[in-house]
């Protein structure tokens, strides 16, 4: 069964850190754009980073460049979003997805994507 899991979510504080983590399951990782979206309260879902599979090339949103980091280590199947920096803007349930696969350059539109986790909730807050 194909999955994917996020955890390393929780409540940080203004200027503080978290690392997310993205496990997939019955997936060959190497093959997959990756990337992470966010939803915060009452507003649509947002991309955030992604990460190609061909080069390993990035794209961030600008509100992120900076301060967050999208890598990937594909025998292990997992991804990673490193939060730096963190904004109370930022508060908002973080999602990973992965493409069907041998795509070349990775995007932000929601439509490249296939397979989504369940989220995990960032809260940044004093």
């Known amino acids: 069964q194909v999955q994917l899991v996020e955890s390393g979510g929780g409540l940080v504080q203004p200027g503080g850190s978290l690392r997310l983590s993205c496990a997939a399951s019955?997936?060959?990782?190497?093959?997959?754009?990756i990337a992470w979206f966010r939803q915060a309260p009452g507003k649509g879902r947002e991309g955030v980073s992604c990460?190609?599979?061909?080069?390993?090339?990035?794209i961030y949103a600008e509100s992120v460049k900076g301060r967050f980091t999208i890598s990937r280590d594909n025998a292990k199947n997992t991804a990673y979003l490193q939060m730096n920096s963190l904004k109370p803007e930022d508060t908002a349930v973080y999602y990973c997805a992965l493409d069907r696969g041998y795509g070349s350059t990775c995007s932000m539109s929601f439509y490249e994507y296939d397979y989504w986790g369940q989220g995990t909730q960032v809260t940044v807050s004093s």
């Open positions: 019955g997936f060959t990782l190497a093959i997959h754009q």
């Open positions: 990460i190609s599979s061909s080069d390993g090339s990035t």
